[in-house]
């Protein structure tokens, strides 16, 4: 599915400094169905590594295919319609709408796509059957645990089938018990067929996937 071949990525320096080259020559290869993490210090380059894979930035040279497509040279455009037709996005942040409840904060991707009413609402409601969220479905983000909110976040990426579910530190701001309730679901997801990729400094929370990625210096390796 991700396949990254000498894959660099440089930063323009302040004035009179050269390129700041954050990536060097990676390779990258994760399969269908695989549950991959990518592990790293603060610095190593695994946040920039993160927006190639999921389209939000471009290398500087080599070539991404995800799926088969070649993205490193798609357009802006291009690239948010891959964002929106393959990726399914999780973030330490949640990132949900306080004036939404859950079901509506998963729906709103699909609003955004035009789906009509019934089905999005179908849609959603599976996803947090999925996440066994169903029973919290009315409820606001202020009245949902952390650990709730970020299933939610989990259901909302889930609810359009994305061909990849990318997670950005999403235990980041859980508690310990949330944390491992997390890192379950993920679990489960993966043994259903989901393919998994968790961008993580914590080698505790990387040790639960089946393939792990250093990164570190611009380089990455399989650990």
Excluded at 73 to 87: D, H, M, P, S
Excluded at 126 to 154: N, T
Excluded at 189 to 213: F, M, N, Q, S
């Amino acid at each position: 599915m991700i396949h990254m071949e000498n894959i660099s990525k440089s930063y323009p320096g302040r004035r009179g400094e050269p390129l700041l080259r954050v990536l060097d020559n990676v390779e990258l290869h994760v399969a269908r169905g695989d549950y991959a993490a990518i592990v790293g210090p603060s610095g190593s380059g695994k946040s920039t590594l993160m927006h190639l894979i999921g389209c939000l930035d471009a290398p500087t040279s080599g070539h991404y295919r995800l799926e088969g497509q070649d993205v490193a040279g798609f357009t802006a455009g291009e690239l948010c319609r891959v964002r929106q037709e393959k990726i399914g996005f999780v973030f330490q942040g949640y990132q949900l709408l306080k004036k939404l409840n859950a079901l509506e904060n998963v729906a709103f991707p699909l609003l955004l796509r035009g789906v009509p009413l019934r089905r999005r609402e179908q849609l959603a409601m599976e996803a947090l059957e999925k996440v066994g969220l169903c029973a919290r479905a009315r409820h606001l983000p202020s009245q949902l645990s952390g650990g709730q909110q970020q299933r939610v976040a989990m259901a909302r990426a889930l609810c359009y089938s994305p061909s990849l579910l990318l997670c950005d530190e999403p235990t980041g701001a859980l508690d310990q018990t949330s944390r491992d309730e997390l890192l379950e679901l993920l679990g489960e997801l993966h043994e259903k067929g989901h393919t998994i990729v968790v961008i993580t400094h914590d080698p505790c929370v990387a040790a639960h996937a089946v393939k792990r990625y250093r990164v570190e210096g611009g380089r990455v390796w399989k650990a």
